[in-house]
Structures are given as structure tokens and as C-alpha cells.
T-cell receptor
Framework: DTEVTQTPKHLVMGMTNKKSLKCEQHMGHRAMYWYKQKAKKPPELMFVYSYEKLSINESVPSRFSPECPNSSLLNLHLHALQPEDSALYLC?????????????FGPGTRLTVT | AQSVTQLDSQVPVFEEAPVELRCNYSSSVSVYLFWYVQYPNQGLQLLLK??????LVESINGFEAEFNKSQTSFHLRKPSVHISDTAEYFC???????????????FGQGTILTVHP
């Protein structure tokens, strides 16, 4: 199984809402990533978890809160978002955090903030 | 720091024609090189990668890329494209050794390949 799953596929939320994005993999990977992708742009790294510990935070605003409850799951908690946060949010995983580790991407959650 | 430049934002081509998508990178350290493909409304899939060894790497669906260290390039080519190759293609690099950005992929801006019948 080389699949990374993400739920929901689409999410519309108001600026005062609290919601969560979920990501799951069962490949035994110990590195998991959150990316944000705006239209016509490449993915931008947000967070990296290595062995369930946050190892990289790319100066992401605190209205985005990541969580890694176990080695298979990755959540992104959203609160008080702005319309400019509307984007495709991609989750990825790799065997470990290493330069030559292939990252497997999920299909993404398309988020619209109204 | 690393940076990646994809020289063409859009490449239109007719079916069965050859195509080349250009990628140049800049880095003060050794890097691994990757090409990812993103089909509409989907996530990214690894197309091929250069880690070491032969500078010519191939994918299972007919794409190939050649690492040219002197020109710091990693251009993607296919001798005959299909309609199904229509997608956005991202070139990316990653450091080979440690540092604060170890394991981080740095992407180019992407090239939209459109194959016309």
C-alpha cells in the first residue's frame, strides 16, 4: 500500500470556524509533511514531523496547528483563518527525513475560507 | 540555500511529438534531483529521481532526465508524448547532507505541459 489518504477532499469554512484536516499513511513511514499549494504555484512546505516530533516549522502562522498523534496519522488544526489561506493542502510522507527519501503525496484537501 | 528555475511556464505540444521541459538549479552544496508530476485535481507523484551513478535516469512511462553537473541542469525529455501526459511538472532538489533544511524539497515554479491531438 503506497497510498497517502487525506480527508476531507473539499472544505469550506468561515473565518471564525475551527476545523481539522486529516492525513493517514500505512507505509511505515516515520516522516510526515504538510504543504500549502496556491493555484499555479509549487507546493510550499509548512511543517515536518520526524518520528512523531515536529522537526521543521516554516514560520507558519499560529492559526495553523499541526498534530501527529501516532506514526500513521497527521492532523492540521485550523482556526481563525483568512481568505488568503484558501489553497490546496497537501500531506506527504517518506521513510525518514532524508534528502534521498522519496516523498509520497496525498491528493490534497481543497480549502476555501469565506 | 537552493533554488530551482524551470525555464518554461507552459509548453504546448502535439501528440506524438518530442518534448523537453527545462530545469536549472543553484546550490552551494550537493543535491539530489527530482521530477514530480501533478495531474489536475491530484497530488504530486514522483516521476524520476537522480541520486547518484548514471546521469541519465528513466521513468516507467517513457520520460528520461539527464543530470548535467557542469550546467547545473536536469532537463526532462520524452521522445513521443501522449494526451495523457498533460499535467504540471515540477523539478525539485534536496540537500544530500545535513543542515537545517535537510530533507526539505525545494521546488521550481512548475511547467504546464499541454498535449494537443
Amino acid at each position: 500500500d503506497t497510498e497517502v489518504t487525506q480527508t476531507p477532499k473539499h472544505l469550506v469554512m468561515g473565518m471564525t470556524n475551527k476545523k481539522s484536516l486529516k492525513c493517514e499513511q500505512h507505509m511505515g513511514h516515520r516522516a510526515m509533511y504538510w504543504y500549502k499549494q496556491k493555484a499555479k504555484k509549487p507546493p510550499e512546505l509548512m511543517f515536518v514531523y520526524s518520528y512523531e516530533k515536529l522537526s521543521i516549522n516554516e514560520s507558519v502562522p499560529s492559526r495553523f496547528s499541526p498534530e501527529c498523534p501516532n506514526s500513521s496519522l497527521l492532523n492540521l488544526h485550523l482556526h481563525a483563518l483568512q481568505p488568503e489561506d484558501s489553497a490546496l493542502y497537501l500531506c506527504a510522507s517518506s521513510y525518514i527525513v532524508r534528502g534521498n527519501s522519496e516523498q509520497y503525496f496525498g491528493p490534497g484537501t481543497r480549502l476555501t475560507v469565506t | 540555500a537552493q533554488s530551482v528555475t524551470q525555464l518554461d511556464s507552459q509548453v504546448p505540444v502535439f501528440e506524438e511529438a518530442p518534448v523537453e521541459l527545462r530545469c536549472n538549479y543553484s546550490s552551494s552544496v550537493s543535491v539530489y534531483l527530482f521530477w514530480y508530476v501533478q495531474y489536475p485535481n491530484q497530488g504530486l507523484q514522483l516521476l524520476l529521481k537522480y541520486l547518484s551513478g548514471s546521469t541519465l535516469v528513466e521513468s516507467i512511462n517513457g520520460f528520461e532526465a539527464e543530470f548535467n553537473k557542469s550546467q547545473t541542469s536536469f532537463h526532462l525529455r520524452k521522445p513521443s508524448v501522449h494526451i495523457s501526459d498533460t499535467a504540471e511538472y515540477f523539478c525539485a532538489v534536496s540537500r544530500t547532507a545535513g543542515g537545517t533544511s535537510y530533507g526539505k524539497l525545494t521546488f521550481g515554479q512548475g511547467t504546464i505541459l499541454t498535449v494537443h491531438p
